[in-house]
């Protein structure tokens, strides 16, 4: 049995949306990284440093509002929801791409255990964390009205356990 030669896609078809599609995600992830290292990497205390990653997300989401009248959500949760399913190397970069962003957050989150400010497993609290981030940022996409992302920091303290204290109150 010869098995039917598969039909070329025109204008280069799948593979080079594909490798379009990678490089987007690999140029806008560069950007994002560095936003959020820039976040969380410093001598503030931990919990301020999160605090700060989520003003920065609802900052950037309300600027992007202002300027073209919607809130265009993220486009890793975007393309995670209408990509992840259909093609394996995107599927693949964007696991890798949130598993790094819940790693940068693991380690805020250690050394806040470190300080006594959380208790428990900081890479599953690391993963409820972004989670979070994530589906605020979907029902501001959704809504179009990022006043949905008003309830990140008291979530996030009530996800880690964390009371608000002075320093965590307060944006660095």
Same mark, same amino acid.
Not at 11 to 16: A, D, I, P, Y
Not at 80 to 87: G, H, K, R
């Given at each position: 049995m010869q098995v039917p030669a598969r039909p070329r896609p025109a204008? !280069? +078809? #799948?593979?080079?949306k594909e490798?379009?599609?990678? *490089? #987007?995600l690999d140029e806008h992830w560069e950007a994002q990284r560095s936003d959020w290292a820039r976040a969380l990497q410093d001598d503030a205390q931990p919990l301020s440093r999160l605090?700060?990653?989520? &003003? !920065? $997300? &609802? *900052? +950037? =989401?309300?600027? +992007?509002q202002q300027s073209c009248g919607t809130v265009s959500g993220c486009m890793f949760g975007? =393309? $995670?929801? &209408?990509?992840?399913?259909?093609? &394996?190397?995107i599927r693949k970069r964007l696991q890798q791409i949130f598993d790094t962003e819940v790693e940068m957050v693991d380690k805020v989150i250690a050394e806040a255990r470190e300080r006594g400010d959380h208790g428990g497993d900081t890479r599953?609290?690391?993963?409820? #964390?972004?989670a979070q981030l994530? +589906?605020?940022v =979907?029902?501001?996409?959704?809504?179009n009205n990022t006043q949905h992302l008003e309830a990140l920091w008291d979530n996030c303290l009530s996800l880690l356990s964390a009371r608000r204290t002075d320093t965590a109150a307060v944006s660095s």
């Open positions: 204008h !280069g +078809g #799948v593979l080079v490798a379009l599609a990678l *490089a #987007v605090r700060r990653l989520f &003003e !920065g $997300t &609802e *900052a +950037g =989401l309300r600027a +992007g975007n =393309l $995670t929801l &209408e990509l992840s399913n259909q093609t &394996e190397p599953e609290a690391a993963r409820s #964390v972004v994530e +589906g605020q =979907l029902f501001a996409k959704l809504y």
